[in-house]
T-cell receptor
Framework: DSGVTQTPKHLITATGQRVTLRCSPRSGDLSVYWYQQSLDQGLQFLIQYYNGEERAKGNILERFSAQQFPDLHSELNLSSLELGDSALYFC?????????????FGPGTRLTVL | GQQLNQSPQSMFIQEGEDVSMNCTSSSIFNTWLWYKQDPGEGPVLLIALYKAGELTSNGRLTAQFGITRKDSFLNISASIPSDVGIYFCAGLNRDDKIIFGKGTRLHILP
């Protein structure tokens, strides 16, 4: 158990819909990262937040957005969902900001878009 | 964009054998990371490498940061059943963006 929690574990929805994935980092960790893992693209970094502020951006689509709240939990919002958005979405946390800090991954949310 | 070529894609070995996998790129990376992912779980960091030429061990695992900074390898010695899983390499580029390889799936034959 990494100490990072993600909800829900599974999510099934239809194209065009909007969903919110939630992540609670390990106690004391200030950074939260979001990743997308699909069979064809592998693991892709989406975005990082550090202490409530966006710190780094990866391959995140404009239809996706994220935020980190004052209690440090984070949400990833996916809108206008397409079939290709079906994937595992992981959240990871680390103590500090630099990406060289050890990241602890949550168990993931499996999103299925029908 | 930058890509990491990880090989082999999958491996079938006997218990007790040594394993070797690697990642290569046409681009330079400042940090190399190796992760393992078990079914239904998120990746877990195994080894982090921060300097070209660095050789680091973690139990039966050994990884090296290539001198050219464009490659890294991971060796597992005397494999055991719990080594089964997917191993990912990842590199941090000069912009501190993390890029992952597609993974090596390790199978251990009974």
């Amino acid at each position: 158990d990494s100490g990072v929690t993600q909800t829900p574990k599974h999510l099934i929805t239809a194209t065009g819909q909007r969903v919110t994935l939630r992540c609670s980092p390990r106690s004391g960790d200030l950074s939260v990262y979001w990743y997308q893992q699909s069979l064809d693209q592998g693991l892709q970094f989406l975005i990082q937040y550090y202490n409530g502020e966006e710190r780094a951006k990866g391959n995140i689509l404009e239809r996706f957005s994220a935020q980190q709240f004052p209690d440090l939990h984070s949400e990833l919002n996916l809108s206008s969902l397409e079939l290709g958005d079906s994937a595992l979405y992981f959240c990871a946390s680390s103590v500090d900001g630099p990406p060289t800090d050890t990241q602890y991954f949550g168990p993931g949310t499996r999103l299925t878009v029908l | 964009g930058q890509q990491l070529n990880q090989s082999p894609q999958s491996m079938f070995i006997q218990e007790g054998e040594d394993v070797s996998m690697n990642c290569t790129s046409s681009s330079i990376f400042n940090t190399w990371l190796w992760y393992k992912q078990d079914p239904g779980e998120g990746p877990v960091l195994l080894i982090a490498l921060y300097k070209a030429g660095e050789l680091t061990s973690n139990g039966r695992l050994t990884a090296q940061f290539g001198i050219t900074r464009k490659d890294s390898f991971l060796n597992i010695s005397a494999s055991i059943p719990s080594d089964v899983g997917i191993y990912f390499c990842a590199g941090l580029n000069r912009d501190d963006k993390i890029i992952f390889g597609k993974g090596t799936r390790l199978h251990i034959l009974p």
